[in-house]
């Protein structure tokens, strides 16, 4: 069983920076992609950006410029750099790992961007 935790989330004023981690809890042969989505109170779960086993990065045109996705020391970490942060940002952040066609999902990590 694959299992993901996140950290780095936490409250920040408008303007701010946060930089979420993910790790994978063990190696996994065959991951086409890791990444972040993100669901705000009352909202649906969004796609916010991933990164593919070829280390393309992809992320949501709304967020491009101000959110970065990369991959961490090791195959089974990915990273988001979250920089001038808005209220909109508020959310639940879930860490996301594709492997065989399968979605493996992360417990979340919120995160609070105060006006």
Request: with cysteine; glycine share 10%.
């Amino acid at each position: 069983q694959v299992q993901l935790v996140e950290s780095g989330g936490g409250l920040v004023q408008a303007g701010g920076s946060l930089r979420l981690s993910c790790i994978a809890s063990r190696n996994i042969f065959s991951i086409a992609s890791m990444g972040w989505y993100r669901q705000a109170p009352g909202k649906e779960r969004e796609w916010v950006a991933s990164i593919t086993n070829s280390d393309t990065t992809l992320c949501a045109d709304a967020l491009k410029g101000r959110f970065t996705v990369s991959r961490g020391n090791a195959k089974n970490t990915v990273n988001l750099q979250m920089n001038s942060l808005k209220p909109d940002d508020t959310a639940v952040y879930y860490c996301n790992l594709v492997s065989s066609g399968i979605h493996y999902w992360g417990k979340g990590t919120l995160v609070t961007v105060s006006a």
